[in-house]
C-alpha cells in the first residue's frame, strides 16, 4: 500500500502562483512514476503533469505547459507541482498519484494505483 497526503492548495488570484505537495508513505517511491490530475466541478478527471521514477522524465498537459513545473525529491518521498500564472480555468480538486514500479510516466489515470485524497485549488479572476 501507498498512501498520499496532497497539500498546498487554496485560493489565488489569477496570475498568482501556488506550490502543491504530495508527500508519500508505505511501499517505495522512488521506483515509480508519478502524476497529478486535477478534476473540476461537472467535468472528467483530466491529467496535468506525470514525472518519471527517476525524475529525468516530464510530461504537461497542454493546457499547463510553460506555466506548471513538476518535480520529486525521492530522498523525502514527496512530488511537487509549482504552479505560476494561473488562471481562473485552473479551479479544480488537484491529485496526485502513484504509477506501477519501474513503469514509464503515462496520462492515462487508469495506469495509476494509488490516489490522494485531492486538495482545492480556486484561482479567482
Known amino acids: 500500500q501507498v498512501q498520499l497526503v496532497e497539500s498546498g492548495g487554496g485560493l489565488v488570484q489569477a496570475g498568482g502562483s501556488l506550490r502543491l505537495s504530495c508527500a508519500a508513505s508505505?511501499?517505495?517511491?522512488?521506483?515509480?512514476?508519478m502524476g497529478w490530475f486535477r478534476q473540476a466541478p461537472g467535468k472528467e478527471r483530466e491529467f496535468v503533469a506525470a514525472i518519471g521514477w527517476s525524475g529525468g522524465s516530464t510530461y504537461y498537459a497542454d493546457s499547463v505547459k510553460g506555466r506548471f513545473t513538476i518535480s520529486r525529491d525521492n530522498a523525502k518521498k514527496t512530488v511537487y507541482l509549482q504552479m505560476n500564472s494561473t488562471k481562473p480555468e485552473d479551479t479544480a480538486v488537484y491529485y496526485c498519484?502513484?504509477?506501477?514500479?519501474?513503469?514509464?510516466?503515462?496520462?492515462?489515470?487508469?495506469?495509476?494505483?494509488?490516489w490522494g485524497q485531492g486538495t482545492q485549488v480556486t484561482v479567482s479572476s
Open positions: 508505505g511501499r517505495p517511491f522512488s521506483s515509480r512514476p
Open positions: 498519484a502513484v504509477g506501477r514500479a519501474f513503469a514509464s510516466p503515462t496520462t492515462t489515470p487508469d495506469e495509476y494505483d494509488y
